[in-house]
Every structure is written in C-alpha cells, then in structure tokens.
C-alpha cells in the first residue's frame, strides 16, 4: 500500500508553502497525503478583513489548496498567536496520526522566533510519542509514523541544517498555483514577499541539489543513528 505523509503546521501557510510542495511530490509519486494546520492563522487578517472573516478566507483556501494537490485537510481552531502547548492539543494530533496512519510526518523546525512554531514542533514530537504508545489507550490503535522531517520556513532558520533534497519538479507549477489561492501569498496582508522567497527557494535549493526545482528537508537528529556491522 503506498504510505502517506502528514504535514503539520501551526498556521495554514505553512503548511502550503513550506511542506505543500513535498505533499504534493508525495502524492504524484502514488502516496497519499494530508494538511493538518493547528490553527486558521486568523491573526494575520489585513486592517480590512475581521479576524474571523480572515479566518474563514484561510479555511477555504486550505481546502482548496489540497483539493488541487489531491490532498486531505484537517484545520483545528486552536487560537492563532495563542497556541497552547498542553496534553489537550498533543492528543488531538495523537489521535490525528492514528487515524490518517501517515509513515512520514513534517512539521516546524524547533529554531523558530515564532512561538506557534515552536509549539507546534513540540506537540508533534510528543504526539508521535503518544501515538506510537501501546500502552496509551485512545479509541483507535497505536500508530508509529517512523520518519519525521522538518521544513525549510524563512521563520523557522535558527540551525536548520538541511540534510535531504526532495526533486519536486514535476508539481512545482501546481504546487505555486495552490499557494496562490491565499491573500499572503503575493504580499497583501503583509510585508513578506512569500512568493518571491519560497518560488526562488525551490530554485536556489534545486541548483543546489541538481533538480530543476526542489525543496530541503532536515531529517531529526535522532533519526540520524545508523546501526552497521560494515561500512563499506
Ligand atoms: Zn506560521
């Protein structure tokens, strides 16, 4: 059966431009995927939009976004800026992961200025923990994802060293079609150029790794032990 990889983000964004184009790779070469955003990333809303409205704008282009690159969306409402770090949220993606039984997670780098981001990595270390728990009892069984990486996010860079390229050529031009559908990606909200920084990143990142385009994956350190009687 071919795996399925779960991206989990604190905010719709980045879930879709920081792990959409390695969803979507996922995807194209037979798997299957899912977005799972902690939070509609409201906060962000321009002076003109309410919060909630915003929030409603971020939830339609998320579903529509992974509608286009085959993908599911789960979008939890924890408060955006205020995303708690508690045993409540860690079991809510406990359960997630036993439900979608993806075989490879991705999600925030710890190296961020953002709290969200930094929460966020945390509840999915300690979810994947739980969730690969027997001896945790939830109403569905036990699921161990096996492999988890962490994304390439301009928020996110405080020692990210990035250890696998993905060649996501062939979904690059629906990939940057599906970040198009949300306001931030093209600067309307904000001042970060998000479609300059992350169409020229799959670039800079695809020069260096010989693709046309690609994206840069960090895998977890301790993911990076290997047991060999040989190593020749
Ligand atoms: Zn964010």
Not at 12 to 23: E, N, R, S
Request: net charge neutral.
């Amino acid at each position: 059966m071919p795996s399925k990889i779960m991206a989990i983000a604190a905010h719709p964004g980045d879930a879709l431009f920081t792990m959409g184009a390695t969803v979507a790779q996922h995807i194209h070469n037979g798997g299957g995927g899912v977005f799972v955003s902690l939070s509609l990333g409201e906060k962000g809303a321009p002076k003109n939009i309410s919060v909630a409205e915003y929030g409603a704008m971020q939830r339609t282009a998320t579903e529509k976004a992974a509608k286009m690159l085959g993908a599911e969306a789960v979008l939890l409402t924890y408060p955006d800026a205020e995303i708690p770090l508690n045993d409540q949220i860690v079991f809510a993606v406990c359960d997630l992961i036993r439900e979608h039984k993806p075989a490879i997670i991705v999600t925030h780098w710890s190296g961020s200025w953002h709290k969200d981001h930094q929460n966020c990595h945390m509840i999915v270390r300690d979810a994947v923990f739980y969730a690969g728990l027997g001896t945790i009892a939830r109403a569905l069984p036990p699921h161990n994802p096996g492999k988890t990486f962490y994304a390439d996010n301009w928020e996110d860079a405080t020692n990210f060293q990035p250890d696998t390229y993905l060649d996501i050529t062939p979904v690059c031009e629906k990939w940057l079609e599906a970040c198009d559908l949300y306001p931030m990606w093209r600067g309307q909200t904000g001042f970060f150029r998000y479609n300059d920084y992350y169409r020229s990143l799959a670039v800079m990142r695809g020069c260096l790794s010989g693709f046309k385009y690609a994206v840069a994956l960090m895998t977890d350190p301790n993911q990076r032990l290997y047991k060999v009687r040989s190593l020749g």
